[in-house]
């Protein structure tokens, strides 16, 4: 890896224009543009909470009881059946989200909404609430991806005029698919925003099957590493406007779900390649290439036992990046130009004694920085929530989240 120089985190956007702190989705007929996002006129909302179906008991954007290690969808929970979407429903850049809403567990056609996303992340993957928070809260309020008012959000496309209570006054919510927000350069399996003429979002299945050869179909920790590492250096070399800011510590956690949330309790908790393809949406032809069909709960799927937390992504985060690191940064003028953010990322690499804590800070860092303090009365809540399941459950080095003081 060659870094040209060394810049701070607020000077990089004045070297690299496309990272500035702006929307970046594509507008009008681009993809992912509003002009080309699916329109679905009758919306409706996802499945109610069954009590004869409780899964993890998450209702109404509350705690569930935290206990898994049962089948999704159960046995007769017809409301909660597999359906492919229709070209009025909205899919994104996380097959994870594909698969609630084919499954109905977030609205079918991709326009959910704060409450919705706690309680599916809870009742299907045993997420849990502290990290279900977390996500939903970073999507919505941070990222500015959906409506702080209405707490609706697209797993895809541009839907402004179906999330946001006043497009006039708040202007573009591009949905999951906004680049550089929490989808990055160096997918997994999506391409660059950039190379792909501002397609982030589509399945790309020559990816997957570099994927799969990658990691010889075991997806674990050290293999998926190991192909983290190797996209970012083809990215890198191939994408002249590429970008991997902080915020690509997302990733490494997004790649964790693969063996942490996916695997199957009936295969014993293997993250195979028959249920890591399925939840992808990814077909095996005879020929060793892959077809892409819709997202799904694997057949006869049992789900984690213990919730995953987010001491559990931050250490996850760590373990995988320190066993292939990368550089924080971006290519300009044929160069790779990495960045500070003291004390953790010095010469764009995370520092090797960094800490799960650490990592828990950064978070808590990234979900604080950019949210005016007129929302504390939003935030402070739901970061003492987060704290004070941290400390019950790991002890008091986590107050502050990890942080030494708190962020005001």
């Given at each position: 890896m060659k870094i040209a120089q060394v810049l701070p985190f607020v000077g990089l956007a004045n070297a690299l224009p496309w990272m500035a702190d702006k929307r970046q989705q594509s507008g009008g007929a681009q993809p992912g543009g509003p002009l080309t996002c699916p329109f679905n006129p009758n919306h409706q909302p996802a499945a109610r909470w069954d009590p004869d179906f409780p899964y993890n008991h998450a209702n109404l954007g509350l705690p569930g009881k935290g206990k898994g290690g049962y089948k999704v969808p159960a046995d007769g929970d017809?409301?909660?059946?597999?359906?492919?979407?229709?070209?009025?429903?909205?899919?994104?850049?996380?097959?994870?989200?594909?698969?609630?809403?084919?499954?109905?567990?977030?609205?079918?056609?991709?326009?959910?909404?704060?409450?919705?996303?706690?309680?599916?992340?809870?009742?299907?993957?045993?997420?849990?609430?502290?990290?279900?928070?977390?996500?939903?809260?970073?999507?919505?309020?941070?990222?500015?991806?959906?409506?702080?008012?209405?707490?609706?959000?697209?797993?895809?496309?541009?839907?402004?005029?179906?999330?946001?209570?006043s497009p006039i006054i708040t202007g573009s919510e591009p949905g999951l698919n906004g680049h550089s927000k929490m989808e990055i350069?160096?997918?997994?399996?999506?391409?660059?925003?950039?190379?792909?003429?501002?397609?982030?979002?589509?399945?790309?299945?020559?990816?997957?099957?570099?994927?799969?050869?990658?990691?010889?179909?075991?997806?674990?920790?050290?293999?998926?590493?190991?192909?983290?590492?190797?996209?970012?250096?083809?990215?890198?070399?191939?994408?002249?406007?590429?970008?991997?800011?902080?915020?690509?510590?997302?990733?490494?956690?997004?790649?964790?779900?693969?063996?942490?949330?996916?695997?199957?309790?009936?295969?014993?908790?293997?993250?195979?390649?028959?249920?890591?393809?399925?939840?992808?949406?990814?077909?095996?032809?005879?020929?060793?290439?892959?077809?892409?069909?819709?997202?799904?709960?694997?057949?006869?799927?049992?789900?984690?036992?213990?919730?995953?937390f987010l001491l559990d992504i931050a250490s996850e985060i760590f373990k995988m990046y320190t066993k292939n690191p990368v550089g924080f940064g971006g290519n300009a003028g044929g160069e790779f130009i990495g960045i500070n953010h003291p004390p953790y990322i010095n010469d764009g690499a995370l520092n090797a004694n960094t800490t799960a804590q650490d990592v828990a800070c950064l978070l808590y860092q990234i979900l604080s920085r950019p949210v005016p303090s007129t929302l504390n009365g939003i935030v402070t809540p739901l970061v003492e929530a987060t704290e004070a399941l941290l400390i019950s459950l790991f002890g008091v080095e986590y107050n502050n989240l990890g942080c030494p003081l708190a962020l005001t």
């Open positions: 017809t409301a909660h059946a597999f359906m492919p979407p229709t070209d009025k429903d909205i899919r994104g850049p996380c097959p994870g989200l594909n698969a609630l809403a084919n499954h109905n567990f977030i609205a079918r056609d991709g326009i959910t909404d704060y409450n919705e996303l706690l309680d599916a992340l809870q009742n299907v993957y045993n997420v849990g609430y502290d990290l279900a928070n977390f996500l939903a809260f970073y999507a919505i309020y941070v990222a500015g991806l959906g409506d702080p008012v209405t707490k609706k959000l697209s797993i895809g496309c541009d839907a402004t005029t179906r999330t946001s209570w350069d160096a997918s997994l399996t999506r391409n660059d925003f950039f190379a792909a003429g501002g397609d982030n979002f589509s399945f790309n299945t020559t990816l997957f099957k570099m994927f799969e050869q990658s990691t010889g179909g075991l997806f674990d920790v050290d293999r998926i590493s190991k192909y983290r590492h190797e996209r970012w250096h083809q990215c890198q070399a191939e994408n002249p406007q590429f970008y991997f800011p902080i915020l690509g510590l997302f990733q490494y956690g997004a790649a964790s779900f693969l063996y942490e949330l996916w695997p199957n309790g009936n295969e014993g908790y293997v993250p195979n390649l028959h249920n890591t393809a399925t939840f992808f949406g990814a077909h095996r032809l005879p020929d060793g290439n892959y077809l892409r069909v819709p997202e799904r709960i694997p057949s006869n799927w049992v789900n984690r036992e213990k919730p995953y």
